[in-house]
């Protein structure tokens, strides 16, 4: 979420006669992605703090209510569902058009009370930005919006680097949380068990959890630790993209997959989960890579064996694969929400402020 409002941020910067602020909302003010020296940054000057919540929830809306008036914009553009909640709630009486995106996965449940607040304050959103098509028809059918766009997320370009030489490995990228399935992929590797192929799993453990564990217990238990195996977080992951032929993503809730993107950006064929967003979005089943229907493991297994063992399909869709760049090309993904959030009101728009 932080590194597509970064991005959109320094697009719209580019673009004339455009000025770009962002307020910082969340209880964490830290910029972890660059930021072109033409965007303005607004922060609190007090520290949220949790032990005092209620609060602190409370000054940061005062605060985000005072300096949207100050700054007196032609657009708002907020991402996120809790923030998304916290913003139209501030602004209530104020007549700024608010343009508001959730970034998880469209149907989650966030509680009694913020899903009443989202079922109260979205319909008085401008506008709502999609990102899968599952996602804007969970918002129509819950008549958050109606004035409902898809534009999925830029994907990161990965530049396929000629002097890595590839191998036969198999590769995940993501969190290490229950929802990726993690422990089910290892299994399934394991019994396929194709001589000479490794499944390299880039990733770290969450703040609450330690799932690593778990999976290195799993991976010896198998006796798989000379084919499988745990790589952590990994900063230079392009790496990984480029020694791979094959990308394997058995989740089951997402949003938007990055991974997915930046994987068939580097001609990866990509074995997946059809799961409620994001997938089938970007996978065109038997072109660029395989869908497979939500926990069928002897399906996924099949695909994978696949590709595994026919070094022409794989060749075949890595090739497709690539495609995906021009789908969602950053400078056109940042066109398209540039146009809606300011194109389709009906006042002449200058000044962007982005809340993330």
Known sequence: MERVMSLLANKFSDMANTEVHIVLTGINRKVDYPLTKSVILHRPSFTFKNTRRPIDAFRTMLFLRKKIKMIDPDTILSFGELWNNMVLLSL???????????????????????????????????????????????????????????????????????????????????RLIPTKHVD???????????????????????????LSRDYQKLISELDAEEKISLEGEKEDVDRYYN??????????????PNAIGEALSAGLPVVAYDCIAGPSD???????????????????????????????????????????????????????????????????????????
């Open 243 to 256: 020694r791979a032929k094959i990308f394997a993503f058995p989740s089951s809730s997402e949003g938007f």
């Open 184 to 210: 089910s992929l290892i299994r399934m590797f394991a019994e396929i068990n194709v001589p000479g192929w490794r499944l390299e799993i880039v990733g770290g453990d969450t703040k609450f959890m330690t």
């Open 282 to 356: 970007m996978i065109v089943d038997g072109k660029n890579g395989f869908l497979v229907p939500l926990f069928n493991e002897k399906r996924f297994k099949r695909e994978l064996k696949k590709l595994m063992g026919n070094e022409n399909i794989r060749n075949e869709l890595g090739a497709n694969a690539v495609e995906i760049q021009n789908k969602f090309d950053a400078n056109n993904i940042s066109a398209e929400f540039y146009e809606f959030i300011t194109d389709s009101n009906p006042v002449l728009k200058e000044q962007v402020v982005i809340d993330p």
């Open 92 to 174: 209530i009486g104020l007549s700024y058009p608010v343009y508001i995106s959730d970034r998880s996965q469209p149907d989650k449940d966030l509680g009694r009370v913020q899903n009443f607040l989202r079922k109260k304050l979205y319909p008085r959103a401008a506008g709502f930005i999609a990102q899968t098509v599952y996602a804007a028809d969970v918002c129509r059918r819950k008549k958050w919006n109606s004035n409902i766009t898809v534009i999925g997320n830029p994907v990161r370009t990965i530049k396929q680097d000629r002097e890595i030489e590839k191998e036969n490995l198999v590769l995940f990228v993501g």
